[in-house]
């Protein structure tokens, strides 16, 4: 019995890392600071990213926030309603729940946490 516990354990343990995705960005460190400061956000997902799955975690988020979705680029453009770091937060929380846990900014990679408070925070001017 014990055995059993332990296989399906490590078998969903082993599912959850599976699901883990890196983004990436076409965009520099530079270009992304210049563009949070309207808010928009642009990150790149995996080919085997559908419209579906990406519709289906944003259809949570309308209040907070719109997107586009470019097929063929996998590009997800996110643009605030209203920008507050709040706002911010939720656009992560989107990202968390399509299974991201990290973005690629040029050779840097960024876990979600930090590339938060390196990017997506609002700062003062």
């Known amino acids: ?17 599976a699901q883990q995705i890196t983004l990436s960005s076409k965009l520099n460190a530079s270009e992304i600071t210049k563009e949070a400061k309207s808010g928009h956000f642009q990150w790149v997902f995996p080919a085997s990213t559908t ?17 586009t979705y470019d097929a063929a680029t996998q590009k997800v453009d996110v643009y605030p309603v209203v920008d507050s770091d709040e706002v911010r937060r939720i656009m992560l929380r989107f990202l968390g729940a399509n299974q ?10 960024y876990e979600l946490y930090m590339y938060y408070e390196t990017f997506m925070k609002i700062k003062g001017e």
């Open 1 to 17: 019995m014990r055995n059993i516990f332990l296989a399906i354990f490590v078998t969903f343990g082993f599912l959850s890392f």
């Open 51 to 67: 419209a579906e799955a990406i519709q289906n975690t944003a259809k949570y988020y309308t209040s907070s926030f719109t997107y």
């Open 100 to 109: 991201v846990n990290k973005i690629v900014v040029g050779e840097e990679e």
